[in-house]
């Protein structure tokens, strides 16, 4: 009879370990599924906000646009104005700096 229980308990010790490697083999499958599920989660919602951003970022730097194109206007006008102004005082600036170099008024320094 001790051999029949031996062999019932040895019978019944195989079946939990069975049943633990089934369970064991579930519950790693269940957690790459899980896992799997997070990632598939994080990809959507990362391109969700990508889009959000494309989005907002297209709104946004048509303004910037308008301001740059408003700023090389006004800078190009200006730029011309500067020209022009050159151009016109031109030979006044020469003549000055000539009677600058040739008028030369030399003054003995002062006795110490």
């Not at 049943?19 to 599924?33: C, D, G, L, P, Y």
């Not at 040739?102 to 003054?107: E, G, K």
């Amino acid at each position: 009879m001790s051999a029949q229980n031996s062999a019932g308990i040895q019978t019944l010790l195989d079946a939990e370990r069975e049943a633990s490697k089934i369970v064991q083999k579930f519950r790693t499958k269940r957690v790459k599924e899980a896992r799997d599920e997070a990632k598939k989660e994080i990809a959507e919602y990362k391109a969700q906000k990508e889009d959000e951003y494309r989005k907002f970022e297209a709104e946004h730097s048509k303004g910037n646009k308008d301001a740059e194109d408003e700023a090389n206007k006004d800078a190009d006008k200006q730029i011309k104005q500067i020209t022009e102004a050159g151009k016109s005082k031109q030979d006044a600036v020469v003549k000055k700096l000539l009677a600058a170099v040739f008028d030369v008024n030399p003054v003995a320094p002062a006795a110490a």
